[in-house]
């Protein structure tokens, strides 16, 4: 059993929503990497980074990732941080992995600048400059599709995605 497809990119990318919208089109069940961290944490994102740090939540998310790929084959949507691992990009070899793009305007629109995302809770804008642009060439190795998410809406981009796969 393997997931229909992966999405990854940058926070801001459109992951979990185009990722909803994918899943209802193709008639197949989602799963976000995020929530099921927290459902199986017992608590969300920022208070495990907050109680436990950000190692321990990479290897709950590592794990997740690993046991959800083997396991799942609806629409999978990675945290996205997911990629900095070398193990998950290796274990994503073989699966159609989806990279959502996006640019630095666009992603700053659609992340805000409100809670919730605990690595751009200082310097929200120099951080996520920095993120787009140290992980783009790791979501570019891991990716078998490829979609340019900037100036288009969600809905669009699940029908092109839901037409190429
Ligand atoms: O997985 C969460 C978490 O807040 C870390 C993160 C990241 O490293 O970009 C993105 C979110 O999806």
Do not use: C, W
């Amino acid at each position: 059993m393997s997931p229909r497809a992966v999405l990854v990119g940058a926070p801001g990318a459109g992951k979990t929503t185009v990722g909803r919208l994918l899943a209802e089109r193709l008639g197949v069940p989602f799963l976000d990497a995020d929530s099921a961290i927290e459902a199986e944490a017992g608590k969300p994102i920022p208070e495990i980074f907050f109680d436990e740090g950000e190692e321990h939540f990479r290897a709950l998310e590592r794990a997740t990732v690993a046991a959800t790929l083997e396991s799942f084959d609806g629409v999978f949507a990675l945290g996205g941080g997911a990629i900095l691992a070398a193990e998950t990009r290796k274990a994503l070899a073989g699966h159609t992995v989806v990279y959502l793009e996006v640019g630095f305007a666009d992603a700053l629109s659609r992340v805000g600048l409100g809670a919730g995302r605990p690595l751009l809770a200082i310097n929200p804008r120099a951080t996520l400059k920095h993120l787009l642009d140290q992980r783009r060439p790791l979501y570019e190795e891991v990716a078998t599709v490829t979609v340019a998410t900037d100036g288009l809406d969600p809905d669009a981009i699940a029908a092109d995605l839901a037409a190429r796969l």
